[in-house]
């Protein structure tokens, strides 16, 4: 056996527990919102102002707790009120409440960061910023989930 072979095989023997999955898997999210957020800064910044790096990092944390809290919302009143129950007219109103929930956080979310940050990190663009927030923070979540699958396809 190499010596390459060995220590591949004693990185492979090393047990990660949950903690420290939910570390890695949220210090990657937040390298990821922070990628995103500083191309936007970078090459559009009429969309998106941020006066320095230090305050797109604490953006990049602040919006993945705030993404994290909606998803947990959102599954929670999702259970409380439609666990067990099935059909159209179920899946529907289940459909328009998520909707509902995530449109509404991003709001919220755009309010914190503004209040946060104040005129260091502004979002311009249509109706004061919002659709270029919403279209900066579904390319943040679409860059996660390129991120995970490619994470998956590497597993064995």
Do not use: C
Not at 19 to 34: F, N, P, S
Not at 112 to 123: K, M, W
Not at 128 to 137: E, L, P, Q, R, T
């Amino acid at each position: 056996m190499t010596r390459e072979q060995e220590e591949e095989l004693t990185l492979t023997d090393k047990v990660i527990n949950r903690k420290q999955q939910l570390y890695i898997r949220y210090v990657v999210a937040i390298l990821i919102d922070l990628t995103v957020l500083s191309l936007f800064n970078e090459f559009l910044p009429q969309f998106l102002f941020i006066e320095t790096f230090s305050l797109s990092l604490f953006a990049a944390i602040i919006l993945q707790v705030l993404l994290q809290l909606t998803l947990k919302a959102e599954h929670k009143v999702a259970h409380y009120f439609f666990h067990g129950k099935s059909g159209l007219k179920v899946n529907i109103l289940r459909g328009v409440t998520a909707w509902s929930i995530i449109f509404v956080s991003k709001l919220v979310m755009l309010k914190a960061i503004s209040l946060a940050f104040g005129s260091n990190v502004v979002f311009g663009g249509p109706i004061h910023g919002v659709i270029s927030f919403i279209i900066v923070i579904t390319t943040m979540i679409l860059a996660e989930q390129l991120m995970l699958k490619i994470h998956h396809s590497l597993g064995n």
